[in-house]
């Protein structure tokens, strides 16, 4: 499927309703550079131009809405955003949301990968779908989730069939905006993407250059695409601010993606620059940055320790770290498992739950130490785990959905492995488990979502298959509002009961 870029509005797009090399590791006090703008970024004054959407929507269904010539990006030459091409009019956003309306970041709030909600088992193109809307590119970023609209990214131009990829400066990055209730594209903001971008290949065919997930509160929309940077968009598609946060590429490309955290959105660009950064989300200035993250692609959590302090948790090669959300100081370090971690790591009551590794062990830490931790801090150990799916936590039990297609369970009072099953999957899994709290719901690749009882006994309810044949889902479901979203590299599902 060869989608072009597009460098006018979108008309077309329809709903349909019904449906780097090794480090040595580093000891912690390591040095962070505070309130150091490496690229100096600044917040226009968007008044003028929200006035001016306002006018526009009100006008028409479909408009343009122009940045006025103060809306640029600032300290990024790479290029920029074109103006969003808003596809329906965006109303007003709700005033406020309760807890399972809202999916904000990857695997939705502080990665638990759990929301309350009244989910269907069973599903098919007749039956317990919503809506599905044809997206205008490919992608594997998740979708989240905000106060009745849904935002993800994708791309387009190039990269889109595998033996005909086309050029490279043909790439275009989009955020996308959709409406929650019915699946209506609200606005597309393309992205220029940065030429460090790499190559077309085997490895980046696995997943794209949409790969990290969104963030989103009341201050905006929060994407990060690697080697072209991070960008910050209003909630009517415009563009705030751009940063470079690193150039360097890998074969599998970008991963991490960005959180919120009060004032500040914190990105881990090791890949790119070997570096963590929080910066300003008004203006994209950095508040602070750690250079000494390693090898990671992992994207990190927040920890509540019972003092009131919080850390910031973060897997890189060879290690869990725990950071100073305020500062980047490194706080302490836990050695434990070999080579590079991948899942984001999940806090349950106090503990950190870690998995990941070539060698595929999964760890339980309490947070809180200084220094090594790894002789004082670990809870339990099991040499079991995952390479690239993040584990769940869910009745007492921790489940997830190995790469290679296997399920299983442990129980979080000792680790003991409860269940460990084969999945009906030909290829890999990468998108992680979600839960209802009642529920598991595993995608694969290839045979559609395996619905789960989130129980310690492996019982199979479902086994749902949406698309066609050789539609690929490698994104990680989202839930909010009791809907179930599904993201393939062709369309958005919306799973709900009637």
């Known amino acids: 499927m060869a989608l072009p870029a597009h460098s006018g509005p979108l008309t077309g797009m329809g709903t349909e309703s019904f449906q780097l090399p090794s480090q040595p590791a580093q000891p912690a006090n390591l040095p962070v550079k505070p309130f150091l703008a490496t690229l100096p970024a600044s917040m226009p004054n968007s008044l003028g131009h929200c006035a001016t959407f306002l006018i526009c929507v009100l006008s028409s269904a479909f408009c343009w809405a122009d940045p006025p010539s103060g809306d640029q990006t600032a300290g990024d030459d790479r290029g920029s955003a074109s103006a969003p091409r808003t596809i329906a009019a965006a109303g007003a956003a709700e005033s406020s949301a309760p807890q399972s309306a809202v999916w904000n970041e990857f695997r939705g709030r502080n990665g638990s990968g759990v929301a309350l909600a009244d989910l269907p088992s069973a599903w098919s193109e007749t039956e317990n779908l ?49 409406q929650l209730s019915d699946g209506k594209l609200l606005w597309d903001c393309p992205i220029d993407p940065a030429s460090a971008e790499q190559a077309y ?66 990105q881990n660009a090791s890949i790119e620059s070997g570096t963590m950064f929080a910066l ?76 990941g590794g070539r060698t595929n062990r999964t760890f339980v830490v309490r947070p809180g130490g200084r220094g090594e931790v790894e002789a004082s801090h670990i809870v339990w150990h099991q040499p079991r785990g995952a390479n690239v799916t993040s584990p769940i936590v869910v009745n007492e039990h921790l489940f997830w959905s190995h790469d290679k297609s296997i399920a299983l369970c442990l129980r979080i009072a000792d680790g003991e492995e409860v269940f460990r099953e084969r999945m009906p999957t030909r290829s890999r899994v990468y998108g992680s488990i979600v839960s209802d709290g009642q529920k598991l719901f595993l995608t694969t690749r290839d045979k559609g979502v395996l619905v789960l009882d989130a129980s310690p006994e492996y019982n199979e309810l479902a086994l749902n298959q949406l698309g066609s044949e050789d539609e690929s889902f490698n994104a990680s479901p989202a839930i909010a509002n009791d809907c179930l979203l599904l993201r393939s590299d062709r369309c958005l599902y919306c799973i709900k009961k009637p």
Do not use: M
């Open 130 to 178: 919503a809506w599905k809307t044809p997206l205008p590119g490919k992608g594997s970023s998740s979708p989240v989730v905000w106060k009745g609209r849904i935002y993800l990214t994708a791309y387009t131009g190039y990269g889109l069939d595998f033996t005909e990829p086309g050029q490279r400066e043909s790439l275009k990055l989009h955020v996308l905006c959709l």
């Open 280 to 355: 300003d989300k008004a203006t994209g200035e950095t508040v602070w940055q750690n250079d000494q993250i390693v090898r990671s692609w992992t994207t990190p959590s927040l920890v509540t320790l019972k003092d009131g302090s919080e850390e910031l948790i973060c897997n890189q090669k060879d290690a869990i770290l725990g950071l100073d959300p305020k500062t980047g100081q490194q706080l302490w370090t836990c050695h434990a498992i070999e080579d590079y971690i991948v899942p984001r790591v999940v806090t349950h009551q106090g503990l950190l739950y870690c998995s």
């Open 201 to 266: 290949g085997k490895r980046v065919a696995e997943h794209g250059y949409a790969s990290p997930t969104p963030c989103v509160d009341d201050s905006g929309v929060y994407a990060y695409f690697g080697p072209s940077g991070l960008v910050a968009l209003s909630h009517q598609g415009t563009l705030r601010w751009r940063r470079d946060l690193g150039t360097n590429t890998t074969g599998f490309g970008a991963a991490a993606s960005p959180i919120l955290y009060q004032n500040t959105v914190i």
